[in-house]
């Protein structure tokens, strides 16, 4: 069994692929603004205060023989929280030092993010800012930090990008940016670490509440429906991370149908 790192764990596309990892059996260090949320997430993952609801979320979207054999061995592997503010990246390096990670990192999953829209002519210098420490500074930063790791376990970084860092629409330009950044971010780390394997994944619209925001910006009606479900940009994600060592998905598109 391995351990993960996820950023933006609190997340619909985050919680997602802690689910999974969960169900397979790995040790999990999950990462958001708030001890609270993560505390819970961390308890429903553990089968507590919020275990019903979570298996209902397993057997719908996860793998439900796996989080069987799971729960029939009772065999949970730790999972630990990180509170960790992604819009000071300056600050990253002494908050890790103070967790006391583990020496070895199997993956390093990057799900944590932010979107404001706007035209250029009405985005201020802190709405860029914001984006790009969150987005784009702060997945580097962590990356860096937790190298020496992922190095010692031969380990697998994956950046939860968009469809937004392929093609940057009217109103999109902050988020675009930071996500066209994110690529050329995972494009020059798999060039330069070898023994790592890096991948991007571009997901469009997803069911979660950075969409259900985006819709109130855009002034439309927020239908989940119409949207691909966070479980299924998961399935992708834990789909590379699973792949066969001999290969690495590079770039994943996966938009709705
Ligand atoms: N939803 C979509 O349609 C869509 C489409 C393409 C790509 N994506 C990308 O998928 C990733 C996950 O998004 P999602 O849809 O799951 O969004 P979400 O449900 O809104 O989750 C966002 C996550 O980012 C964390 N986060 C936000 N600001 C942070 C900060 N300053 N410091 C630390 N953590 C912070 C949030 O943690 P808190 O609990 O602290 O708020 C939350 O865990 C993002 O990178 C997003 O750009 C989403």
């Known amino acids: 069994m391995g351990t993960y790192l996820i950023t933006g764990a609190t997340g619909g596309i985050g919680t997602a692929v802690a689910e999974l990892l969960r169900d397979r059996g790995h040790e999990l260090i999950l990462t958001g603004r708030s001890a609270d ?7 429903s993952l553990r089968g ?3 275990a019903q609801t979570q298996l209902i979320v397993r057997e719908r979207n ?10 029939a061995t009772g065999a949970d592997a730790p999972i630990r929280t990180l509170p960790l503010d992604l819009t000071e990246p300056r600050r990253l390096e002494a908050a890790l030092a103070e967790a006391g990670l583990p020496e070895r990192l199997d993956g390093l999953v990057h799900c944590a993010g932010v979107v404001h829209l706007g035209a ?8 860029w800012l914001e984006h790009l420490n ?6 580097a930063e962590l990356t860096r930090l937790l190298l020496p790791a992922l190095r010692a376990a031969q380990g697998h970084v994956v950046f939860v990008n968009s469809t937004a860092g ?5 109103h999109w330009s902050a988020y675009a940016a930071s996500k066209f950044g994110m690529r050329a971010l995972a494009d020059s780390l798999r060039a330069e670490e070898p023994e790592l394997r890096v991948t991007s994944v571009f997901p469009g619209r997803t069911a979660t509440e950075m969409q259900r925001k985006v819709r109130v910006q855009e002034g439309g009606e927020y ?3 119409d949207f691909m479900a966070p479980a299924t940009v998961a399935r992708v994600v834990v789909s590379a991370l699973e792949t066969p060592r001999d290969a690495v998905v590079a770039e994943v598109a996966v938009r709705p149908r």
Request: charged letters at 20%; proline letters at 7%.
């Open 37 to 43: 949320r993560l505390a819970a997430l961390a308890a």
């Open 48 to 50: 507590g205060a919020h």
């Open 62 to 71: 996860g793998d439900p023989a796996a989080a069987a054999a799971r729960a």
């Open 120 to 127: 250029v002519a009405e985005l201020d210098a802190d709405r």
């Open 134 to 139: 969150v987005n784009l500074v702060s997945a």
């Open 166 to 170: 392929l093609r940057a629409n009217p």
């Open 223 to 225: 239908v989940p429906d």
